[in-house]
């Protein structure tokens, strides 16, 4: 089954835990608390704890769920990379005060950069320069 991503949701704060379980349904793409468990790492959690963190994803609004029969069966309403731009906005807006700068020498500096990524950045770099001096 294909679903449709929300746009533009009020993304709040999630743990650790709620991140895993996103995870896992972004990887299965849609399951039951049984299946998102059995993808989920060693030492697993209980199916309790499991059906918990689904229930609060849910009421934040980052998963939705059907019924089939007794069984709900969940599937992500966000996606991975819109979740990922809001995690990398929000890090960019609140350690690093907005700065790109400092945001972009945290890496650099850290040495933590290969020069493929480094010469991938460049380009990429010249590229949104040529497109927005147009």
Do not use: C
Not at 103 to 121: C, P
Request: net charge positive; hydrophobic share 35%; glycine share 6%.
């Amino acid at each position: 089954m294909i679903y449709i991503y929300k746009k533009n949701i009020n993304m709040r704060e999630i743990t650790k835990a709620q991140e895993d379980i996103l995870k896992a349904l972004w990887e299965i793409n849609e399951g039951a608390v049984s299946d998102v468990l059995s993808i989920l790492p060693e030492p697993k959690p209980a199916y309790n704890t499991v059906a918990t963190v689904i229930k609060v994803l849910e009421k934040k609004g980052y998963i939705g769920h059907k019924t089939y029969g007794k069984t709900n069966v969940y599937y992500p309403l966000v996606s991975k990379k819109d979740y990922g731009q809001h995690v990398l906005t929000d890090t960019f807006r609140s350690l690093f005060d907005g700065s790109l700068n400092q945001m972009l020498s945290a890496f650099v500096v850290s040495k933590g950069v290969s020069i493929n990524d480094l010469e991938e950045l460049k380009v990429m770099l010249e590229q949104e320069i040529k497109t927005q001096k147009k």
